[in-house]
């Protein structure tokens, strides 16, 4: 297997939020050819790991399209989405001051 040269099914369970099962069950459709079967994000990652993108590569991808959806839909949720989809134009070392400054006035 391609995908699993370099990754373990157990480590892209842990960093996508996807069972071990259902990436068995998208490796063999990615692998065979039915990439249609296998949700974009998935197959984005797939065809990076194939690709030969480094470890760094993936997990920050992994960080940008998986961690923020298992935030799920409240607010937390939405808050890192916002953060994670607009890294590069945040200032975050004031955001980071500005949240440790809350969490010291109990706010």
């Known amino acids: 297997m ?4 370099n990754f373990s ?3 892209l369970s842990r960093i996508t939020g996807k069972s071990r099962p259902t990436l068995y069950k998208y490796i063999a459709e990615y692998e065979t050819g039915d990439k249609g079967a296998v949700p974009g994000d998935i197959s984005e990652l797939f065809g990076l ?3 030969g993108a480094g470890k760094r590569d993936i997990y920050a991808y992994c ?5 923020p ?3 799920g839909n409240g607010r937390l949720g939405s808050i890192i989405r916002l953060i994670a989809d ?3 134009k945040l200032d975050i ?3 980071e ?10 706010n």
């Open 9 to 11: 099914v157990t480590e």
């Open 69 to 71: 959806q298992s935030f």
């Open 93 to 95: 070392d004031a955001l």
């Open 2 to 5: 391609v995908i699993t040269e």
């Open 86 to 88: 607009n890294w590069d």
């Open 63 to 67: 960080e940008s399209r998986f961690l």
């Open 49 to 51: 790991i194939a690709g």
């Open 97 to 106: 001051k500005y949240i440790y400054k809350e969490l010291e006035n109990g």
